[in-house]
């Protein structure tokens, strides 16, 4: 079986592996729209976050930064046209 998401490295920091799993159970249930309710989320899930919107259809995106940990993050479903 291969994984279709992995963590990049072996860190024991729970709340980015928290942070991450309700993010990804948004863009796996297919909202439209997907943010960490107006919070920003830890750099360290920046590249995660990226991968797994892009293999789940969305586009991702990154805004501010804050204390060099924290970044701004969105997430935009890929509509498909019918044309």
Same mark, same amino acid.
């Given at each position: 079986m291969e994984?279709?998401?992995?963590?990049?490295?072996?860190s024991?920091?729970f709340t980015?592996?928290?942070?991450?799993?309700?993010?990804?159970?948004?863009m796996? $249930?297919g909202?439209d729209y997907?943010?960490n309710?107006?919070f920003?989320v830890?750099?360290?899930?920046m !590249?995660l976050l #990226?991968?797994t919107?892009?293999?789940?259809g969305?586009?991702? $995106?990154?805004?501010?930064?804050y204390?060099?940990?924290?970044i701004?993050?969105s997430?935009s479903?890929? !509509?498909?046209? #019918?044309?």
């Amino acid at each position: 079986m291969e994984l279709l998401i992995k963590f990049p490295d072996q860190s024991q920091s729970f709340t980015s592996g928290v942070e991450y799993g309700r993010l990804y159970d948004r863009m796996q $249930r297919g909202e439209d729209y997907v943010t960490n309710n107006g919070f920003p989320v830890r750099i360290e899930n920046m !590249q995660l976050l #990226k991968d797994t919107a892009d293999k789940l259809g969305y586009i991702s $995106r990154f805004g501010a930064e804050y204390f060099g940990e924290w970044i701004e993050f969105s997430a935009s479903k890929i !509509q498909h046209s #019918k044309n």
